[in-house]
T-cell receptor, first 110, second 111 residues
């Protein structure tokens, strides 16, 4: 049973525009959420995180929003750059292990 | 700081064989987790080691076993390899239950 879901396998965005990647989860015990970026032939790289006590966290061009009532997480990238093209994984932790979504492949078109 | 390092990067094994994958955690990290990532899927949790003991385990058969050494490095062993074990195996290290840092992975192909 997939506890973390990323329903969009791919997303294409024009350079300079906003990229919005979405993630839904089912387990209300998750208390920490992360986004990872993965390039081909490399391991996932930590991007940004958010604790369940917050609803927003910003780091430069990256902002993560958490809607606990909807069990929904989103990552906003503004402005999008061609170097952002990668697979983005949403992950959630219940304090013991991480559960990953299946990833969204983002392509930023120059 | 070299970050999390895994070896080997690629490996080809025959069905029925045994394989050992290795991971050195990021400096200062004491917890190591292993994940299996099949093609087109997100990483799936195998198990986590802390203080040389298996602390958590995902839904993987006993053919998957591991070990953590006093220097916090870790090994993942898989016995009686099946074709379905072909995947990218990721090691992640952390110091707490928050963010984890991943290695580049070991691509295992079972033929």
């Amino acid at each position: 049973d997939q506890q973390v879901k990323q329903n969009s396998p791919s997303l294409s965005v024009q350079e300079g525009r906003i990229s919005i990647l979405n993630c839904d989860y089912t387990n209300s015990m998750f208390d920490y959420f992360l986004w990872y970026k993965k390039y081909p032939a490399e391991g996932p790289t930590f991007l940004i995180s958010i604790s369940s006590i917050k609803d927003k966290n910003e780091d430069g061009r990256f902002t993560v929003f958490l809607n606990k009532s909807a069990k929904h997480l989103s990552l906003h990238i503004v402005p999008s750059q061609p170097g952002d093209s990668a697979v983005y994984f949403c992950a959630a932790s219940d304090g013991n292990q991480f559960y990953f979504g299946t990833g969204t492949s983002l392509t930023v078109i120059p | 700081d070299a970050g999390v390092t895994q070896s080997p990067t690629h490996l080809i094994k025959t069905r029925g064989q045994q394989v050992t994958l290795r991971c050195s955690p990021k400096s200062g990290h004491d917890t190591v987790s292993w994940y299996q990532q099949a093609l087109g899927q997100g990483p799936q949790f195998i198990f986590q080691y802390y203080e040389e003991e298996e602390r958590q385990r995902g839904n993987f058969p006993d053919r998957f076993s591991g070990h953590q050494f006093p220097n916090y490095s870790s090994e993942l062993n898989v016995n009686a390899l099946l074709l379905g074990d072909s995947a990218l195996y990721l090691c992640a290290s952390s110091f707490s239950d928050t963010e984890a840092f991943f290695g580049q992975g070991t691509r295992l192909t079972v033929v």
